[in-house]
């Protein structure tokens, strides 16, 4: 395994997008961006821990317990920090099942089908008159999730405080790629303390889910409001902070 990159390949490579793969199945288990020894970082921190941290932690600790060592892979060099965000992300898009414990940057400009890229972008805005706590599910988004699925991936679990709101949220809307996807009126809320004791079976696992011990997560209990069912579709992208990474955002309260 190479120890450390020299520094003259690093002052070449600026800053770079890289894969690691699993020489076993050929496949990119890891896409990442950096300078310097960004890419041989991961293997270190493997090598130190004695237990498995995460899973990409856990995927090189198997591979090298196999005799093997990580492929790692220089995708694309010489670029500056904003485009290798970008070439990432893509990257991230382009390699599904990877053990990346973030998302790419701007998510939103993600893949998706040209259909939902149009959808997305000649959606008219919506006109948001109530007080409401605009909550995007990014990940746990699909076109195929059922009304329930939907509910519950929107509801919970939130690192939020809606009480403090003046006036507090009377409803919750579902966003997804800039879209309001369902409209809820709030009926309540709930405090979760214990994870994975509280986890929703329903929501996705990617291993990504992890809490603070002791860290307090609200979740709203509510119904579908039939009477705003016109902002399904309506686009909330000018709500948004371009690249803001709170999946919470407050209107008129």
């Given at each position: 395994?190479?120890?450390?990159?020299?520094?003259?390949?690093?002052?070449?490579?600026?800053?770079?997008?890289?894969?690691?793969?699993?020489?076993?199945?050929?496949?990119?288990?890891?896409?990442?961006?950096?300078?310097?020894?960004?890419?041989?970082?991961?293997?270190?921190?493997?090598?130190?821990?004695?237990v498995p941290s995460d899973p990409l932690d856990d995927c090189i600790q198997k591979i090298l317990a196999s005799?093997?060592?990580?492929?790692?892979?220089?995708?694309?060099?010489?670029?500056?920090?904003?485009?290798?965000?970008?070439?990432?992300?893509?990257?991230?898009?382009?390699?599904?099942?990877?053990?990346?414990?973030?998302?790419?940057?701007?998510?939103?400009?993600?893949?998706?089908?040209?259909?939902?890229?149009?959808?997305?972008?000649?959606?008219?805005?919506?006109?948001?008159?109530?007080?409401?706590?605009?909550?995007?599910?990014?990940?746990?988004?699909?076109?195929?999730?059922?009304?329930?699925?939907?509910?519950?991936?929107?509801?919970?679990?939130?690192?939020?405080?809606?009480?403090?709101?003046?006036?507090?949220?009377?409803?919750?809307?579902?966003?997804?790629?800039?879209?309001?996807?369902?409209?809820?009126?709030?009926?309540?809320?709930?405090?979760?303390?214990?994870?994975?004791?509280?986890?929703?079976?329903?929501?996705?696992?990617?291993?990504?889910?992890?809490?603070?011990?002791?860290?307090?997560?609200?979740?709203?209990?509510?119904?579908?409001?039939?009477?705003?069912?016109?902002?399904?579709?309506?686009?909330?992208?000018?709500?948004?902070?371009?690249?803001?990474?709170?999946?919470?955002?407050?209107?008129?309260?």
């Amino acid at each position: 395994m190479i120890d450390e990159i020299p520094q003259a390949a690093v002052e070449a490579l600026e800053f770079y997008v890289y894969r690691l793969v699993d020489p076993r199945n050929g496949k990119t288990f890891y896409v990442g961006k950096g300078s310097g020894q960004r890419a041989l970082q991961h293997l270190r921190a493997a090598l130190r821990d004695a237990v498995p941290s995460d899973p990409l932690d856990d995927c090189i600790q198997k591979i090298l317990a196999s005799g093997n060592e990580v492929t790692v892979i220089i995708h694309r060099h010489g670029m500056d920090e904003p485009t290798a965000l970008a070439v990432e992300a893509a990257l991230i898009d382009a390699y599904p099942g990877l053990t990346n414990l973030v998302d790419g940057h701007r998510v939103e400009f993600g893949a998706a089908p040209l259909p939902e890229i149009i959808e997305r972008y000649a959606a008219r805005p919506a006109e948001i008159r109530v007080p409401a706590i605009l909550i995007r599910i990014e990940r746990e988004w699909h076109p195929s999730l059922k009304a329930e699925q939907l509910y519950e991936r929107t509801r919970r679990y939130w690192a939020c405080t809606p009480e403090r709101r003046t006036p507090p949220p009377t409803h919750a809307m579902s966003v997804a790629r800039g879209l309001i996807r369902e409209v809820y009126r709030i009926t309540g809320w709930e405090k979760y303390r214990d994870w994975p004791a509280d986890r929703d079976p329903s929501r996705l696992s990617t291993g990504r889910d992890k809490w603070k011990p002791g860290q307090l997560r609200r979740g709203f209990v509510g119904e579908v409001d039939a009477g705003l069912s016109h902002l399904r579709g309506c686009s909330v992208r000018y709500l948004m902070k371009p690249g803001a990474q709170n999946p919470i955002t407050y209107v008129n309260c």
